[in-house]
């Protein structure tokens, strides 16, 4: 087994890569703690889904870098990471963690604008006359 796991997860836009490691349950997001990184209790709570659902909070330190998007979609994607993360160290949680959708990339992505319209699917305002 290697000392340290790294995985990537993405959501839309939104790229985080995990280096986690046996330890106490310290989290870093950015270089900052993952309170201050993610402050919205959602966000937090979202981004430490897989941990809490696997009960593995305090024996793993977790290392995150993440870039792109905004912080909805950097949360998305912490939790996709933390969750491959996860099921590399230990693969009978992968059941729990399937069940839960923890281990699906969310393939929603923002939809193009077309030409000829205001926005992705929104039109110009029409004028009968």
Do not use: H
């Not at 950015?30 to 993610?38: A, C, T, W």
């Not at 977790?62 to 998305?76: D, E, P």
């Amino acid at each position: 087994m290697k000392e340290v796991i790294d995985t990537v997860g993405r959501r839309k836009t939104s790229v985080a890569r995990v280096f986690m490691s046996p330890g106490k349950g310290k989290i870093v997001v950015n270089k900052l703690p993952v309170e201050e990184y993610f402050k919205d209790e959602f966000k937090r709570s979202q981004a430490l889904k897989p941990l809490v659902t696997a009960e593995k909070q305090d024996e793993f330190d977790i290392k995150v870098n993440v870039k792109g998007g905004g912080l909805t979609g950097q949360s998305g994607a912490v939790c996709l990471a933390i969750a491959r993360a996860l099921v590399e160290f230990d693969e009978s949680i992968r059941p729990t963690l399937r069940t839960e959708r923890l281990l699906t990339r969310d393939p929603r992505m923002v939809e193009r604008k077309k030409y000829g319209k205001k926005k992705a699917r929104k039109s110009f305002q029409f004028s009968k006359r």
